[in-house]
């Protein structure tokens, strides 16, 4: 059975700090997506990751695969409050083909003042 | 505006009443499916499609169906509704490398 997991589940910041949000997986897939979703909202794309080693950066997020560890990373830099929000990685298993995605349980992330 | 558009966004219903949720996208995707997202659970496939007359089980497909007739249009059907399918209901649909979630259906079954 395929798992994916996110650690933390939680997570209270202070506004100015880092933070690595982790999401680990338990088959071989070379595609994983990262998803913010607001209270009452939908999910929003951030980043597609398509290969190992892929790096991909938008503001103060940044979002690595290492496939041979089975794992990726969601760094936050110098977190703001409006990056509040509950992430959401998933994982891609038919090979890249389009979508049937299992979802981790989700980061609930909080940035203080 | 690429899009994808379901409908009711909120539904109150009783057990055992057929409903049935509606997902359109304007974007020509081939490939959409439904999840069902719950506290603590994070979000679950139903059913997924890989293009017209094609459709498959997700994780969690029991006491639901689905239908695929045109490419754009792919409804969730509930023939009848328990408590236990009271949920936040998405549907996405894909290109090669992003799926597209609507805005939603919150579904109250009592």
């Not at chain 1, 209270?39 to 979002?63: C, D, H, I, T």
Request: hydrophobic letters at 30%; glycine letters at 8%; aromatic letters at 10%.
């Amino acid at each position: 059975e395929l798992k994916v997991e996110q650690n933390p589940l939680f997570l209270s910041m202070q506004e100015g700090k880092n933070y690595t949000i982790y999401c680990n997986y338990s088959t071989t897939s070379d595609r994983l997506y990262w998803y913010r979703q607001d209270p009452g909202k939908s999910l929003e794309s951030l980043f597609v990751l398509l290969s190992n080693g892929a790096v991909k950066q938008e503001g103060r997020l940044m979002a690595s695969l290492d496939t041979k560890a089975r794992l990726s990373t969601l760094h936050i830099t110098a977190a703001v409050h409006d990056l509040s929000a509950t992430y959401f990685c998933a994982v891609d298993i038919m090979g890249g083909s389009q979508g049937n995605l299992i979802f981790g349980k989700g980061t609930k992330l909080s940035v203080k003042p | 505006e690429a899009q994808v558009t379901q409908n009711p966004r909120y539904l109150i219903t009783v057990t055992g009443k057929k409903l049935t949720v509606t997902c359109s996208q304007n974007m020509n995707h081939e490939y959409m499916s439904w999840y069902r997202q719950d506290p603590g659970l994070g979000l679950r496939q139903i059913y997924y499609s890989m293009n017209v007359e094609v459709t498959d089980k997700g994780d969690v497909p029991e006491g639901y169906k689905v239908s695929r007739k045109e490419k754009r249009n792919f409804p969730l059907i509930l023939e009848s509704p328990s408590p236990n399918q009271t949920s936040l209901y998405f549907c996405a649909s894909s290109n090669r490398y992003t799926q597209y979630f609507g805005p939603g259906t919150r579904l109250t079954v009592l």
